[in-house]
């Protein structure tokens, strides 16, 4: 398997993008109907914050661990 090139590279990462938003948009609109029906949040609202939690982690480890090699 080959490395991608950089055009092949910012096609995966808007793809993701992409991805994640469209995701993240129908986890919302999933959480809210349910709530309104159920009046209970469920195994949606459940995915959707860890979801954002787990990317929000990465992130910051992410950026710590490249802050730290250019010391």
Known sequence: MRKMDEMELSISLKAMKWTLVYTTIFLVIWDIYDYTQTGILGLGFILLISQNLV??????????KLGKNEK
């Open 55 to 64: 990317l929000m982690a990465i992130q910051s480890f992410l950026k710590w």
